[in-house]
């Protein structure tokens, strides 16, 4: 919890790039780049999982930083060891797991059914487009992850121009909604899934990253609504 807007502006921008990593870390394979953001994030993700204090948090901050310890220091081969984890989880066979939200959550576990139009829909309402970067759905947990942390660097740029905070306010909520609505109703379940192929694979980066995610999303649903309460009594324009 924040105490002063600073606090809730570094807050935030600590959520912003986690949720731009989750996003790249489920969109594609990793390259050179990203390699050297998980370096970089992981101290960020252990500190969040020592946090949250849970045995599972504490599994997906092991599993995670295992992983990345066990990595060589030749950057050729530490590529073709996530690429080939990435390959084996949500790429190759009928087991591959799908990240899509219409396959969850429709009737006909079908992609592009009722699930991907609401998302779409709540998209074009916030004014969001998609990265030319990606070439997933809509309801892809990439680009879900990606709405998030479009809808976060929002509040940071409401808060900064509120002076009463009822536009960061409107934007904190929206971000609660889509959790709700969405992201939290499937992705831990996939997630799950994830996590349970990642050990009979022998994926420790994405057991790991998987675990954490899922632990982040309900512990940052919880941590909204926490705010969203506190703002209705002090507005987060308030300093």
């Not at 609504?225 to 209705?232: C, I, N, P, Y």
Request: proline residues 3%; charged residues 25%.
């Amino acid at each position: 919890m924040y105490e002063t807007k600073d606090e809730l502006v570094s807050i935030l921008k600590g959520r912003s790039a986690i949720y731009e990593f989750l996003s790249r870390a489920f969109l594609k394979p990793a390259d050179s780049s990203f390699l050297t953001w998980t370096h970089e994030i992981e101290p960020i993700l252990n500190s969040i999982c020592l946090e949250l204090d849970s045995e599972r948090a504490l599994k997906g901050a092991n599993e995670f930083g295992r992983a990345i310890a066990s990595l060589s220091q030749a950057e050729e081969d530490n590529l073709l060891e996530l690429q080939r984890q990435f390959t084996r989880l949500f790429r190759i066979g009928k087991n591959a797991v799908c990240l899509n939200e219409s396959a969850y959550r429709s009737a006909s576990r079908l992609l592009k059914q009722e699930p991907w139009a609401k998302v779409r829909a709540f998209y074009r309402s916030s004014g969001f487009q998609i990265s030319e970067d990606s070439h997933e759905l809509e309801d892809h947990a990439a680009v879900e992850l990606a709405f998030m942390q479009c809808l976060t660097e929002k509040t940071l740029a409401a808060s900064d121009a509120s002076e009463d905070g009822d536009a960061s306010l409107a934007w904190l909520q929206k971000q609660i909604e889509f959790l709700e609505g969405h992201l939290n109703a499937w992705l831990p379940g996939a997630l799950d899934k994830v996590a349970e192929k990642g050990e009979i694979t022998n994926a420790p980066f994405y057991l790991g990253l998987s675990i954490i995610t899922k632990e982040f999303l309900q512990y940052d649903e919880e941590l909204l609504g926490a705010w969203t309460d506190r703002s209705m009594q002090s507005p987060l324009g308030d300093s």
